[in-house]
């Protein structure tokens, strides 16, 4: 079974400093392919990143993504007010089929 | 642009059965697959299960002896069934489109969710 860690658990950050958060499957996913979400309190999760590093539709250039294996970053530059949420990192295709981390809390 | 809501009672008594609805507008639901996902209270997501194929499913191991999936397609509806629940079924629980790129899978549209709790 695939689980991933997240790191860290919370984030607190001025407007305009660059935040990185990490996952970490347990074990190596064997592609670059890693999804990222954010979620603001009371509303469903968003999708920011697909892929190696593809933002969805609707996202600011401010948000980024790398890695591979067993190391994945979502970077989010020039860090603005309303980028306060929960981040969530997601990986396809292991046992389960799709799984989620356990959120990087960004508080700005 | 595609639009998911979720609907079903919102308190479920434990033992009985937690029956969701997913009504799906702006597309067909037969041009995609579709998943379940929950979040306990103050907890992170956790995947269900996934619906593809025309009539395949794929559950959580976690959960599929107690979980079904079914597609309504002349009601353009997702359904969602869970099993004998306990009260760690209380959560919010979100339909989502499946999106694919590279060969791999994420969820690409949630609908808002629906709370459900268990209890007597």
């Known amino acids: 079974e695939i689980v991933l860690t997240q790191s860290p658990g919370t984030l607190s950050l001025s407007p305009g400093e660059r935040a990185t958060l990490s996952c970490r499957p347990s074990?190596?996913?064997?592609?670059?392919?890693m999804a990222w979400y954010q979620q603001k309190p009371g509303q469903a999760p968003r999708l920011l990143i697909f892929?190696?590093?593809t933002r969805a539709t609707g996202i600011p250039d401010r948000f980024s993504a790398s890695g591979s294996g067993t190391d994945f970053t979502l970077t989010i530059s020039r860090l603005e007010p309303e980028d306060s949420a929960v981040y969530y990192c997601?990986?396809?295709?292991?046992?389960?089929?799709?799984?989620f981390g356990p959120g990087t809390t960004v508080e700005i | 642009q595609v639009q998911l809501q979720e609907s079903g009672p919102g308190l479920v008594k434990p033992s009985e059965t937690l029956s969701l609805t997913c009504s799906v507008s702006?597309?067909?639901?037969?041009?995609?697959?579709w998943s379940w996902i929950r979040q306990p209270p103050g907890k992170e997501l956790e995947w269900i299960g996934y619906?593809?194929?025309?009539?395949?499913?794929t559950y959580n191991p976690s959960l599929q002896s107690r979980v079904i999936m079914s597609l309504d397609t002349s009601e353009n509806q997702i359904s969602l069934k869970v099993k004998s629940v306990v009260a760690a079924d209380t959560a919010v629980y979100y339909c989502?489109?499946?999106?694919?790129?590279?060969?791999?899978?994420?969820?690409?549209?949630w609908g808002q969710g629906i709370l459900v709790t268990v209890s007597s």
């Open positions: 989502a489109r499946v999106g694919y790129s590279y060969g791999r899978a994420h969820f690409d549209h």
């Open positions: 702006g597309d067909s639901i037969n041009n995609y697959h």
């Open positions: 619906f593809y194929d025309s009539g395949s499913t």
């Open positions: 074990h190596n996913l064997m592609s670059n392919y």
């Open positions: 892929g190696p590093s």
């Open positions: 997601q990986q396809y295709g292991n046992t389960p089929l799709f799984s």
